[in-house]
């Protein structure tokens, strides 16, 4: 079993920042969507901010040729329009943000501690999804033709008996083992209670072209 590569997001530095908090402190611990993973102060939002309330308070008949440039530097400044409607509702200078996890699954890679000053654009958290897994099933080279990409596929696994999980064939690899004579054969399997993780064993039932 293994992660599915194409269940992943990068959470990343939008600006020059200190990391103030860490709300997750160690790689493969699970998360869910949502979830507050690092409070971060943002020193370069703050003059940024302040010129935009400046503007709004300033008033004026042709106010949008003056706010418009005003919200679109705080976009260049690695504000989101959420963080910059809660600038505008509030009235007030908001030089901290929190990061939160885009999905629900396990910490695959912690890169920041705190304390640290992070660059904009630099990798802080990588996650992977759990509610799907891959399987790379080992098959004969002699039965390899018989399999077709979408095929159905089953798992059984001695560590949930009586359990079957279901999925199918996502890819045929071009990948033969010179020892065993095998080809690896992803398949995609649904994992709903994340009861499979990495590095587990399963056999495999696959579906063939008769």
């Given at each position: 079993v293994a992660f599915n590569e194409r269940d992943q997001v990068v959470v990343q530095a939008r600006a020059t920042a200190y990391v103030e908090a860490l709300r997750v402190r160690a790689t493969l611990d699970r998360v869910a969507a949502g979830q507050p993973l690092a409070d971060l102060y943002v020193p370069e939002w703050i003059a940024a901010q302040e010129e935009f309330l400046s503007v709004r308070r300033f008033g004026g008949t042709d106010l949008a040729t003056l706010v418009d440039p005003a919200r679109q530097r705080l976009r260049q400044a690695g504000m989101t329009d959420d963080q910059i409607r809660v600038v505008e509702t509030q009235g007030a200078v908001q030089p901290r943000t929190t990061l939160t996890s885009p999905i629900s699954g396990v910490v695959a890679e912690l890169a920041t501690r705190e304390g640290m000053t992070v660059m904009a654009g630099e990798t802080l958290f990588r996650i992977n999804g759990l509610s799907t897994v891959w399987v790379n099933a080992a098959v004969p080279e002699s039965q390899a033709q018989l399999l077709r990409p979408g095929a159905p596929a089953s798992a059984h696994s001695l560590a949930l008996p009586g359990a079957e999980l279901r999925g199918k064939v996502q890819a045929i690899l071009p990948d033969v083992d010179a020892v065993t004579r095998t080809i690896r054969v992803r398949v995609e399997l649904a994992n709903p209670d994340f009861a499979l993780t990495?590095?587990?064993?399963?056999?495999?039932?696959?579906?063939?072209a008769t």
């Open positions: 990495p590095g587990m064993f399963v056999n495999v039932s696959l579906e063939v």
